[in-house]
């Protein structure tokens, strides 16, 4: 299966700075989604985004499908943005290791 | 928006019980569902994949025969940890998808703990 790659793995930042996360992929895919799982584990659908770009408020999202990587800007952090982002690729939907976001106050 | 309910959220059991955890699409049809397992502190494990009507396609490594899984409409799936044992202990969490080219939608997870 696809093979799908995040970084960083960690990322700690101050209330108010901006952030990029970034997503490979191994092989060209048709889906590509960017989630945040809360502390409760639920997942909160972000961006469905296999091509383009997308924007949600201070969230934005690219995916260069050609080059085979999407990313996730966040703008304006907020503590209630930390929690662990995932992307995930690919018919069968596999998950990166995630980016653990942490943002202080 | 598109809506999974699972259940239930969390169960508690001892050694040796089968546990079925049921994923429904509660506003759409769901041709193909998804089964994960997340362990703390780590990433989604796809465990398999079911279309409805058809077997599931197991990940390697996961056992068929302990984690039975069912698609038998568009909107409901189930999971069937089978005799469970401790090391089942986990955060198991589905998904569904309409068509091929449209996002997956989870429900909440069910943390299962084997006694």
């Known amino acids: 299966g696809i093979q799908v790659e995040q970084s960083p793995p960690d990322l700690i930042l101050q209330e108010g700075a901006n952030s990029t996360l970034r997503c490979n992929f191994s092989?060209?895919?048709?889906?590509l989604q960017w989630f945040h799982q809360n502390p409760w584990g639920q997942l909160i659908n972000l961006f469905y985004i296999p091509s383009g770009t997308k924007q949600n408020g201070r969230l934005s999202a690219t995916t260069v499908a050609t080059e085979r990587y999407s990313l996730l800007y966040i703008s304006s952090s907020q503590t209630t943005d930390s929690g662990v982002y995932f992307c995930?690729?690919?018919?069968?939907?596999?998950f990166g290791a995630g980016t653990r976001l942490t943002v202080k106050p | 928006g598109a809506v999974v309910s699972q259940h239930p959220s969390r169960v508690i059991c001892k050694s040796g019980t089968s546990v079925k955890i049921e994923c429904r699409s509660l506003d759409f049809q769901a041709t193909t569902m998804f089964w994960y397992r997340q362990f703390p502190k780590q990433s989604l494990m796809l465990m398999a994949t079911?279309?409805?009507?058809?077997?599931?396609?197991?990940e390697q490594g996961v056992e068929k025969d302990k984690f039975l899984i069912n698609h038998a409409s568009l909107t409901l799936s189930t999971l069937t940890v089978t005799s469970a044992h401790p090391e089942d202990s986990s955060f198991y969490i589905c998904?569904?998808?309409?068509?091929?080219?449209?996002?997956?939608?989870f429900g909440d997870g069910t943390r299962l703990s084997i006694l």
């Open positions: 995930a690729s690919g018919n069968d939907m596999r």
């Open positions: 079911s279309n409805e009507g058809s077997k599931a396609t197991y």
């Open positions: 092989d060209s895919v048709n889906n």
């Open positions: 998904s569904a998808r309409g068509d091929y080219n449209q996002p997956q939608h």
